[in-house]
């Protein structure tokens, strides 16, 4: 696996006191984003060195793995359709692995890892449930990783999440002004 070193989300979300929810929809130009905000997560994205990678040019191909602890749970059925139609028009392929809790430590042995990781041929990891704090943080130092749900202090992984204290900062901030 490569190393990178690359800002994440929440990186550009500290650097601007924003939701790092909020700078994900400004880098994806989503509707809903007030225009100074885009461009100010546009300008510290550039400053901090963040690169998304261009998956909308139709020759990039590009694989995410998503991995998850537990087989068959609802939740997981209902991440991977939506991330599996995400992926379909961003010309990206989804490889999904599931592993059971006791065996999550077998993600960082080559011989035990999807061929796809082993070979490097791997640009992103999403973790589905609660990981091994050590597992996310050693696949985060060599490539980009989004945890669904779980935070991993200290690990600098990204996480789609609710981010309720950001958005209770930003209405006790509304109110008082």
């Known amino acids: 696996m490569a190393k990178r070193n690359r800002t994440n989300l929440r990186e550009i979300a500290e650097h601007l006191s924003l939701s790092a929810s909020t700078v994900s929809r400004a880098l994806r130009n989503l509707p ?9 997560v546009m300008e510290a994205a ?3 060195g963040y690169r998304s990678g261009d998956m909308t040019e139709p020759t990039a191909f590009r694989n995410i793995l998503t991995v998850s602890q537990g087989i068959g749970m609802q939740a997981d059925q209902e991440y991977l359709a939506g991330m599996s139609k995400a992926a379909v028009m961003l010309n990206m ?4 692995h599931h592993y059971r809790l006791e065996e999550c430590e077998n993600l960082l ?5 999807p061929r796809a990781l082993s070979a490097g041929r791997v640009d992103g990891i999403v973790l589905i ?12 130092k060599n490539l980009p990783v989004v945890s669904i749900v779980h935070e991993y202090p200290g690990a600098d992984v ?3 999440s609710l981010d309720d204290r950001g958005g209770m900062d930003m209405i ?3 109110l008082l002004s």
């Open 32 to 40: 809903g984003i007030h225009p100074q905000t885009r461009q100010a």
């Open 46 to 48: 550039q400053t901090l």
């Open 93 to 96: 392929s989804l490889i999904s």
């Open 109 to 113: 042995r080559p011989e035990h890892q």
């Open 129 to 140: 449930h609660r990981w091994p704090m050590e597992v996310a943080a050693a696949l985060r």
């Open 158 to 160: 990204d996480i789609i």
């Open 172 to 174: 006790i901030s509304h």
